[in-house]
């Protein structure tokens, strides 16, 4: 069996051809997709900013073969955007990912001790 790692992955992309009737739901939903709404999430968490809507940022996590790499997580997240943006007919244009390996990031704890002393 091969060893599973997590990744968190924010998707970018920008809006692209939307219709009128496109943009009057994203405006609408604005309120539920601003910077509240930001967590990561399997089926992923869409967030943007209402003025301009011009881009936005999925979230994701993905648990994926160590083996495969950043690479292939932010392949998967790209691809899970890509299908939730078509099932929602939203056009968009030039996403890229930024991949954080959870098993992998370190975590500088300052101890109680030595932060205590520096006082």
Do not use: C
Not at 16 to 36: C, F, I, N, Q, W
Not at 65 to 71: F, L, P
């Amino acid at each position: 069996m091969t060893e599973q790692h997590t990744y968190r992955v924010i998707v970018r992309g920008t809006w692209d051809g939307l219709r009128e009737e496109d943009r009057a739901r994203l405006l609408a939903g604005a309120a539920d997709h601003g910077l509240s709404s930001m967590r990561f999430a399997e089926e992923g968490t869409l967030t943007y900013e209402p003025s301009p809507l011009k881009h936005f940022s999925m979230r994701y996590v993905v648990v994926s073969d160590a083996a495969d790499g950043d690479e292939m997580a932010g392949a998967l997240a790209e691809e899970r955007a890509e299908t939730a943006l078509r099932k929602l007919g939203y056009g968009f244009t030039g996403l890229r990912s930024t991949v954080t390996d959870l098993d992998t990031m370190k975590i500088n704890r300052k101890s109680g001790a030595r932060s205590a002393s520096r006082r």
